[in-house]
């Protein structure tokens, strides 16, 4: 495994690869990811993966410092799972020249994480703008956890590099169903129990939030109860209408974010 933090050293090392795999993560790497870096190295000739945490898709500066930070134990992880290159961006030259402002992404960004974390999408559709043009991959892997964002990014390449193929892999869940997250390295014991709970509120109400048969009022106030005091959205959407062209069957999924403590974090199902 060879680790590279200069973008021209990496462009240099890979600009001949035909079937390049690239999985970009912000750390703390868990199962999740590992699913994905597995996936990626089983497709692909070569396998990139970047730790990154984006400072510009963060709302809060509180947000971005206390972010898991395990880098030791991230390359050890890493190299274990043999994959080609780690790449380790550096700031200075990620960001040489400001947020691209011509970045077009789809209006589905406002909704769901939009509405409470304004900008953040167009910051993460803009690093990943910034990683194609660095790496040039044939296929990125992408977790359905975080789905909205899986969405706009597929969107968002679909229509500026069509040749790129994005790769949603299926979200890889702790035994008791949490969804592995590097934000649940800052839970405690008791609060993975609560996102446990909110797990399986949420798998066994949802055919009932589907038909109508609960409301989204009484599903909350559930979920208030056995722990959380603030709830950002909890919504039912069709995924398969949301970019066009629309699908035919309809494929109806839970959103959920809320807060433990102060940790917020989402899931799909
Ligand atoms: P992150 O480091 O949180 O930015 O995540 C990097 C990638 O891993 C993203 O594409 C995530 O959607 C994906 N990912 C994170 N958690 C999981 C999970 N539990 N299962 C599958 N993919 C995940």
Redesign the pocket.
């Known amino acids: 495994m060879k680790i590279i933090s200069d973008k021209n050293k990496l462009t240099k090392i890979i600009q001949n690869e035909t079937n390049l795999g690239f ?6 790497i ?1 199962k ?2 590992i ?2 870096i597995k996936r990626c190295i089983d497709e692909c000739k070569k396998t990139v993966v970047s730790i990154y945490i984006n400072k510009p898709q963060f709302n809060k500066k509180s947000d971005f410092n206390k972010y898991p930070r395990n880098l030791k134990n991230d390359i050890s992880k890493l190299k274990k799972l043999k994959i080609d290159i780690l790449y380790l961006p550096i700031t200075k030259q990620i960001y040489s020249n400001t947020t691209s402002k011509k970045i077009k992404i789809n209006s589905f960004e406002k909704k769901l994480c939009g509405k409470n974390r304004p900008g953040h999408f167009k910051a993460v559709i803009d690093i990943i703008n910034r990683f194609i043009k660095i790496i040039n991959p044939k296929k990125i ?6 789905m909205q ?2 969405i706009l990014i597929k969107d968002f390449v679909k229509k500026n590099y069509p040749k790129i193929k994005i790769i949603g ?5 702790e035994k008791n169903g949490v ?4 934000r649940n390295f800052l839970l405690s014991l008791d609060e993975k129990k609560i996102a446990s709970k909110i797990y399986n509120i949420l798998k066994n109400k949802k055919n009932m939030l589907i038909k109508n048969k609960i409301s989204f009022g009484e599903i909350k106030k559930i979920i208030i109860r056995v722990g959380i005091k603030k709830i950002d959205y909890i919504k039912v959407l069709d995924i398969n209408k949301i970019i066009k062209p629309y699908k035919k069957e309809n494929y109806y999924k839970i959103f959920i974010a809320y807060y433990l403590k102060s940790i917020r974090l989402i899931d799909n199902l």
């Open positions: 999985v970009p993560t912000m750390g703390a868990h999740g990811h699913s994905l892997y992408l977790g359905k956890k975080d964002q899986l892999c299926k979200t890889i869940r969804p592995l997250s590097s």
